[in-house]
């Protein structure tokens, strides 16, 4: 689970296999992400609030845009599940931890330019 730099907003994972966008405000869902085939254990926005990584039991990590709930990329390389996601204060990178007792450093630049 994790909070929108700015407050409003809060994205959340479950073991539906789903991302969920909330606003806080209202306590109302906005958007549900779909897209991993195992159960959300991390979420995670970037500095400008407008990507979001998200990372799953399938060893997979997914990168989305945050306004329109699409799918940018999914990163592959982890042996077991990944645990935890947390983008650079640059919003450059995306590091993964994961149960393979790993970390992966991933650079999203290419993904997380003005689209």
């Not at 799953?56 to 645990?83: P, V, Y």
């Not at 640059?90 to 999203?108: I, P």
Request: proline residues 2%.
């Amino acid at each position: 689970m994790g909070f929108s730099p700015d407050g409003r907003h809060l994205a959340s994972g479950s073991n539906d296999n789903t991302l969920k966008f909330w606003d806080i405000s209202s306590g109302r869902e906005i958007r549900t992400f779909t897209g991993h085939r195992f159960f959300v254990r991390s979420v995670a926005f970037s500095h400008d609030g407008r990507q979001l990584a998200s990372a799953s039991c399938n060893k997979t990590l997914k990168l989305w845009d945050a306004s329109r709930g699409k799918e940018l990329r999914t990163f592959t390389g982890h042996s077991r599940r990944i645990n935890t996601v947390a983008f650079s204060p640059n919003g450059r990178f995306v590091l993964s931890g994961s149960s393979d007792e790993t970390l992966k450093l991933w650079d999203v630049s290419e993904w997380t330019q003005a689209r």
